[in-house]
């Protein structure tokens, strides 16, 4: 005989889903324990910097190319690795980046949830890892642009070009292996050293407790030694103010403004890893502009504009106005005309120490121009009698090693110091690549 099934009412018959587990997935940055600060120390015949963490990096931003699938899955590959291998890692992205990946991956994704209050990424970063071409490191680096001291980058190559990035993605289990345990003891003082081991990994469905004390003792095995630490280039950065003709400081606000700071507000000075450009934009006319260093006058500048580029910036828009390469190890700032009515006009290399003032003279024929840090356009230009003044950001040396400066993680097992500039010349950019010829 068969039993008839007794029907529920509709209200039971719909299973009832609660989200609050997915929305643990996202959480707020301030909850992460406070940045560890590396040391960058000088090694005998390397002119790279050694990286040295005083203990295992905790927190890790990263950064990716918008509108790229596989860049978004090599992001959630490397960090499902990562959480997994090393269990005290915890994941920062931005609030977009966060919204689109929270469920994707297993483990909390924090981000700044107070859109309205200032930016906590640079005070919570101690790693960034970037998943894109030059331009993702340059947005990467503008997450810095009002501190002094910028966290290290580890770019994987998987953008157009790449000149600036290091890394192949396939071999993104040994670079992080090198950045994570760069300045770890040795195997044998890690056994003669009483530490607490590492927490467990994240739990389904948990909210895991950060801990603020991590170290390398459940990491066996992957000791690289105190000779073998992670390899930085200190990369230079222009010091940007903007004044208007009376010599009041006008707020730097670009048409992406700066995260580090808070709505409604300016800051002092910006930092540019590549360049700051003066354009005539869409006016017909060509820019006047008076050109001072160290506050003695230069020259009248006639052309479409005018450009100021560290040594990283001299292969990007300087490099198509007919600047000079420079090596990113030579300290120095780039003078590039753009397009200028004399042909005498050429190139200058400036020491990084010198201060570049660019004034829109009174006979510019348009009332204004445009002002681009990094490829970020400012609103509402520069007008007449304005001033640009750029510097070279100022490293600071002490007992620790060297501070100031983007910090990039090279690749290792590089003999002589190699940083792969030469490389990057003659693979990526061509230098002197002969005409109807193949190499």
Known sequence: MKVPRRKLPP????????????RLLIRDIVELP???HPSYRETRNNDLLSLQWPSPPRNVLLVKKDCSQPATNALIEFAEHITSTYPSISLICEVPLAESLHDRVSVPIFTDLAASSPSVLYTKTDLVTT???????????????????????LSFTMGTLGFLGEWKFTDYKRAFREVYMSGAPSERD???EDRPKVPKPFEENAIPAVDPEPDWSAIRGKSLGPQRSARILLRNRLKVGIFSSTGERIPLTLSQKPPSSPPNTSIPDIHALNEVLIHRGADPHLTIIDVLVNKRFLTEAVADGMIISTPTGSTAYSLSSGGSIIHPLVSSLLLTPICPRSLS?????????VEIVLRLSEKNRGRS??????????????????????TGEEFDRNKEGWRGGVPCIMRGGQSGGDDGWVGGLN????????FG???
Do not use: C, Q, W
């Open 11 to 22: 209200a039971l018959r719909r299973r009832r889903f609660t989200s609050s587990a997915r």
């Open 34 to 36: 406070d940045r560890i």
């Open 131 to 153: 998943f894109g071409g030059d331009g993702t490191i340059l947005h990467a680096s503008s997450l810095f642009s009002a501190t002094h001291s910028v966290s290290p980058i």
């Open 190 to 192: 890690a056994i003669l």
């Open 345 to 353: 006009f050429r190139p200058l290399i400036l020491p990084a120490n």
């Open 369 to 390: 121009v445009e002002v681009s840090v990094d490829g970020m356009r400012r609103h509402g230009g520069l007008e007449v009698g304005g001033e640009v003044r750029v």
């Open 427 to 434: 693979g990526l950019l061509k230098f002197n690549y002969p």
């Open 437 to 439: 010829e193949e190499r």
